[in-house]
């Protein structure tokens, strides 16, 4: 396990301007607590040669359709980063561990990030060389300790994939999501439907909900009795504004916006549930807080989800739908941790 403390300042994420401060880093493993102190270097204005890690872009297809949000991609303003964001963040983040890490002999990793670090790709960052913690490790992101805690707490053997609940190109919704909001147009995601229909085809599952039959009520009725959920839709940003933020588009109906957020699932209890991956835009956004992020992730997994697989950066219609199809491939090969599976992609 690695954590990271922020004291007493923050380090901006998604630009190269890194505020001077100190970080507290801890790795954990079989050989006891190793504690690093890290000063962060003022690096305003710095602009460091190219690394690895892939933006947005670079994994696009020629020709990738829509992102599965209404936000822009590739702003910093939004937080998307580039191979030269990726180096700075190595490099003041991963470089001074560099040896604590090469001698660490774990199967996995398990990163508890602390405040705005929580935008950060860990699994593209890197020690020495080209090679990326993915490409040692099964990297895995817990929001705080104490969800950690909780999940070790209720660990439980390794059972079937039988009910699955597939979830593809929702109509959009057509109100603001919130007061004072303007209602974006979001376009069809017609990969995103190839992608639910892809997935289905390797479970023994009833149809995807796909279009009009995407709607809150259907996926509040499934979700309780699911094994694995996958939902493949536009998300909504996680807002500083709201207490828990961030919502999926569902299909509307006449008594409902078709906005599936943090507040429709606090009250559920998915114990059965493996799995549930969000394939839309940035759906591992949320609001910092002293526990971690909050948002549709955290609420997850405090209803008893075992796994989240999440995005940090918006992502193409197409690509995603190819790269989904491969990762559940991976899970019913039988690699049972997430973070395992997507790593062999």
Known sequence: MLVFGIAPSRLPVGSRTVTRGTLHAWL?????VHHQPIEIPDLTGAQPPPGPGPGPEAAADPTPGPVRDFVVPATTATGAMDAADLEVLSRVLLAPLAERLAQCRASRLVIVPDGE???????????????????????????????????????????????????????????????????????????????????????????????????????????????LAHFATHGILGSQTAVMPGALCLTPT?????????????????????????????????????????????????????????????????????????????????????AAALRAL
């Open 254 to 338: 006449a008594d409902d916006d078709g906005y599936l957020r943090v507040d429709d699932l606090v009250d559920l209890r998915l114990p059965r549930c493996r799995l549930v991956v969000l394939s839309a835009c940035r759906s591992g956004w949320g609001r910092s807080s002293a526990e971690g992020t909050l948002g549709l992730a955290r609420t997850l997994l405090a209803v008893g989800v075992r796994s989240v697989v999440v995005s940090l950066w918006p992502i193409y219609d197409n690509a995603a739908a190819d790269f989904m199809i491969g990762f559940h491939a991976g899970v019913r090969a039988g690699v049972d941790r997430a």
């Open 28 to 32: 954990v493993d079989a050989t006891g």
């Open 117 to 227: 670090l929580d935008r950060i790709p860990f699994a593209a960052l890197h020690t020495t060389g080209a090679d990326r913690l993915i490409d040692r490790w099964p990297v895995s992101v817990v929001p705080s300790i104490g969800v950690y805690a909780q999940l070790a707490a209720t660990a439980r053997p390794a059972a079937p994939v039988r009910d699955v609940l597939l979830v593809g190109n929702p109509a959009s919704p057509v109100d603001p999501y919130g007061a004072g909001l303007g209602v974006r147009h979001l376009p069809p995601l017609v990969h995103a439907e190839r992608e639910v229909n892809g997935i289905a085809a390797g479970y023994r599952c009833g149809p995807p909900l796909i279009g009009p039959a995407a709607t809150r009520r259907a996926v509040l009725d499934a979700l309780p009795t699911c094994d």
